[in-house]
Every structure is written in C-alpha cells, then in structure tokens.
C-alpha cells in the first residue's frame, strides 16, 4: 500500500504496526515529506486453515491518528510436496463369532 504526505509538511510517524498473520516492512522511515509518498509491503502467513484477520495501523501526527487498514487472508492447507507415500488400508468384517481382518497396501506417487 502507499502513505501519502499530501499536506505542506512532512508527515511525522511514530510507528506502523500489524496484527494477525500479517507482517510489514515499509520504506517510510520516521517521516514522509511534504507530497511525497511511502510504500509499506504486507505479507500474509496464515497459522491456520480458513479466514484469517489482522490490520495495520499507522500512528503519525495527522489528524485522525492512528489510522486503521482492515486485513484478510484464507489459509489453505499447505500442498503435498512430491514424492512416494504408502497408505495402508486395514479392513476388518466381524460376522457372528468370524472375524476377518483385510490389510491391502497402497502407494502414491505425488509429482
């Protein structure tokens, strides 16, 4: 995103911060100059699986302070890397006092 200084004097900034599964870095320094503007980077990295939540928040010297960007992000399970996994499959049939026990093996090939 980008902060404007859009005043005659350099907007002065105390601190920019984030919450959630969010984090920032940002080019803005302690103060924007007058008509100048910043760039401040979010990144998102989700903790869990579903809608994540978080803001920035910009504490400066201009009217309004602190300013508030709402955040969202959907976690998703990580993908299966590549590879050779073996699944084993167990199936057990009890029919009166009989019990018989399947076990098949199976293998999978992620690519």
């Known amino acids: 995103m980008t902060l ?3 005043g005659n004097a350099a907007l ?16 803005c ?3 924007v100059a007058a008509s100048a503007n910043c760039q401040i980077n979010v990144t998102f990295t989700p ?3 579903g809608t994540r939540t ?9 009217a309004g302070s ?3 960007v709402s955040l969202s992000g959907t976690g998703v399970p990580p993908a299966t ?4 996994y073996t699944l084993t499959v167990t199936a057990t049939l009890t029919s009166g006092s009989r019990t ?11 690519n």
């Open 81 to 84: 890397p590549p590879g050779t």
């Open 29 to 31: 320094g302690t103060s």
């Open 12 to 27: 002065n900034i105390s601190s920019i911060a984030v919450s959630g599964d969010f984090a920032q870095t940002n080019s």
């Open 100 to 110: 018989l026990t399947h076990t098949i093996p199976l293998t999978l090939t992620v």
């Open 47 to 49: 903790t869990a699986i």
């Open 54 to 62: 978080g803001s920035v928040t910009i504490t400066d010297k201009a």
């Open 4 to 6: 404007s200084s859009t």
């Open 66 to 68: 602190p300013h508030n």
